[in-house]
């Protein structure tokens, strides 16, 4: 391993150096994930109090969020709630954006650590862990697959599952990335405001292989949640399937 080391220090190194995402400062070889200490520290970790359906960061307290408590009689909530592990701000935003815009799947390694690092703490006190009996990812559209070469949230959810299994008692926690399907293209959600948003991923999505989720814990996996219409709408097909249960974890909450 020391020659190994010694080789990329002295040979790679110099022609491929190995560097900061974000700022793009030198990491060593033996650096885990492509992010030096500085901006690490960086992260803001959501902690503290969080709107107890859609989870978005209280600073003032409070049990839901301001579109949560007022504007939503009307929307209809399929999934039991939704947790983010960091907020979307720098320099997690722009890793994102490298790994969907700048082909780095490699950095779906270090959001699956972000997720595990809060994820007992941040689901309060359900035991989520032994509560889940399947993980799955919001799909992409066939095309975007295609041009991408890869489903983000997909790479990052594999990786979790990984991790997490370790501590997985009563069972097998089942990783089904290809369970929910787009049944039509919806644009950019980032583009949208937010009553498009609600309307643009309305009933976007389909099932595959119902029988697997019958009474089922389903947790679904993304990398960026705003307004967390995708997850839910997600959550409503699994649950129109007869899933027992559905949550949503995201790495970075917008806020
Ligand atoms: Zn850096
Ligand atoms: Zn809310």
């Known amino acids: 391993m020391k020659i190994l080391h010694n080789f990329f220090e002295a040979i790679i190194y110099p022609i491929i150096p190995k560097i900061c995402t974000y700022c793009k400062c030198p990491l060593e070889y033996s ?3 492509y992010i030096c200490k ?19 960061p209280l600073p003032d307290g409070g049990s839901h969020c301001y579109n949560c408590k007022t504007k939503e009689k009307e929307r209809k909530w399929w ?29 779906s390694n270090f959001f699956a650590f972000l997720l595990n690092k809060n994820f007992k703490k941040i689901f309060g006190n359900i035991d989520i862990i032994q509560k889940i009996d399947i993980v799955c990812s919001v799909p992409m559209s066939g095309l975007k ?23 997985k008692q009563n069972g097998q926690i089942i990783f089904l990335p290809k369970l929910i399907k787009r049944k039509k293209n919806t644009i950019s959600q980032f583009k949208l405001s937010r009553d498009e948003r609600l309307n643009n ?3 976007a999505f ?13 947790l679904i ?3 960026v949640c705003t307004t967390a219409e995708t ?10 399937n007869k899933a027992k249960e559905v949550f949503g974890y995201v790495v970075a909450r917008d806020v």
Request: aromatic share 6%.
């Open 31 to 33: 650096e885990e994930y």
């Open 38 to 56: 500085e901006c690490y520290r960086k992260i803001k970790f959501v902690e503290g109090m969080v709107c107890k359906k859609c989870g978005l």
């Open 201 to 203: 991923v309305k009933d």
């Open 231 to 240: 997850i839910n709408q997600c959550a409503k097909v699994l649950i129109k």
């Open 145 to 167: 697959k295609l041009t991408r070469g890869y489903n983000q949230a997909e790479l990052i959810a594999k990786k979790f599952v990984q991790i997490i299994s370790t501590e």
């Open 206 to 218: 389909t099932i595959k292989n119902a029988g697997l989720i019958k009474d089922k814990t389903i």
């Open 79 to 107: 999934v039991e709630n939704i947790r983010g592990a960091v907020e979307y701000k720098d320099p997690i935003r722009t890793l994102i954006h490298e790994l969907k815009y700048n082909n780095k799947p490699h950095l």
């Open 221 to 223: 996996i993304d990398d």
